[in-house]
């Protein structure tokens, strides 16, 4: 599979999830909530904090940098599973970094 097919399905994948998420709600017990499940999530005040700069900073909310972060790690396990490598590129095409450990 090439990298563009490979982005294409994960775009058209990733596209599907978010129309379908849906906002965390308060409490500890998981809920159905429109076509989705709702979950409450315990995080230290630091990643909270993160978060929130994160959101603030993508005029976005703690709740879709979360699935955001979870399409991201996806991809890595697709990745790895594929023998590939994760990486962050230039406009050359160079490595920059190799993401690793996940």
Known sequence: ????????????????????????????????????????????????ARLEELARIDNTSKGEILRKAFILYEVAVNANACKNRVGILDDDRNLLAEIVGI
């Not at 809920?31 to 005040?45: A, E, L, R, T």
């Open 1 to 48: 599979m090439t990298i563009l097919n490979a982005w294409t399905r994960i775009a058209k994948w990733a596209e599907g999830f978010l129309q379908n998420a849906v906002g965390t709600t308060e409490g500890t017990e998981t809920k159905h909530v429109m076509d989705g499940i709702s979950f409450c999530m315990v995080v230290s005040p630091e990643l909270n």
